[in-house]
């Protein structure tokens, strides 16, 4: 579904697994699909310049918004000329709800048919928290694409606690559609559901009359063992609009990228590549890399011999550690850089595999690579 703002094309769908290879026409640029997005929760990619998120091949990034509302807050940012401009970024941004902050990080919150009241994990003020308020904001932080407010439950809800949510949130949706107005920012609706098939499925269903330019499943990656949350793409992948992109959110290891993709995701965000990066830990074509262990000292070989990025064709694993155990900044910089590069040339690998008919048999190079690794991530 086009505007003179948004448009999605699909090049090609693999037929056996669904797999999609396309393009999203936003204001800021084109965005190539299946894409990985790295997430700037503060206005900024932990130790990666905006420079390098470019050089390195990122087409979009991910922001947050309630820790934007929290701090710097949104009414500055929109007197900045918008999140683009503040965070010198000129690629498209996409912003999440802040819903998923609201019930994660806030010791005391209540939700209501109006909204959602919360405690603020910075200094313990209440805020409220409604569809047309959040709205509000993502229109002053200025994504290209924006989410609208949702309740996240929990793994672990009874069905009964489930539906409940799913009820709410579509409600909520109704709201923030009607509190959307430019045409400039596309609003993807959420699928929630918990992990009840019947409940995904209905969601689904009532949610495509506001889908317009791409539809979000929400919800999953939170603990749940991966082989249920295949099992629920599964079973919505066949009832899933094929006409714009599909985004699931906070999903970003490497072998979930792979499955996404082989059943029909076109969009990915998680904080994983940063914050195991910080923790010591690098995602590369053989596995896993724990650079801060002691078999490392010694080790003068590239991080990942089939990267090309800047830590890989400059430094080696044992310098990598020294820099880790020492604590310098440095370590969690070159780690971060080379996370985000090693999952772009992933989904840059998958594109090409779809486009070529061989997306299965990249699958399962992937895995002979990564071998058992993978799945501890």
Known sequence: MNNEYFSFELIKTDPETGARAGILHTPHGDIETPVYMPVGTQATVKGVLPPTLKEIGTQIVLSNTY???????DGLVARAGGLHRFMNW??????????FQVFSLSKLNKITEEGVTFSSHVDGSYHTFT??????IEHNLGADIIMPLDVCSEYGYTHAEAEKAMRTTLRWLERCYAAQTNPAQALFPIVQGNFYEDLRLNALREVLPFVKHGIAIGGLSVGEPKPLMYAL????????????PRYLMGVGSP????EGVMRGVDMFDCVLAT???RNGMALTSRG???VRNAKYKEDFSPLD????????RNYTRAYLRHLVNVGEMTGAMLLSLHNIAYLHTLMRGLRESILGGYVKEFAREFYEKQGESCKIV
């Open 131 to 136: 569809p047309e308020k959040v709205m509000e």
């Open 67 to 73: 820790h934007l509302y929290m701090r710097p807050g």
């Open 288 to 290: 896993k890399v724990v």
């Open 90 to 99: 000129d690629r498209p941004i996409l912003t999440d709800s802040g819903g």
């Open 233 to 244: 793409l599964d079973a919505m992948q066949p009832h899933l609009p094929t006409d714009v």
């Open 255 to 258: 072998d979930c990228l792979v």
């Open 305 to 312: 011999p089939d990267c090309t990025c800047d830590c890989c």
């Open 275 to 277: 914050r195991v990066a």
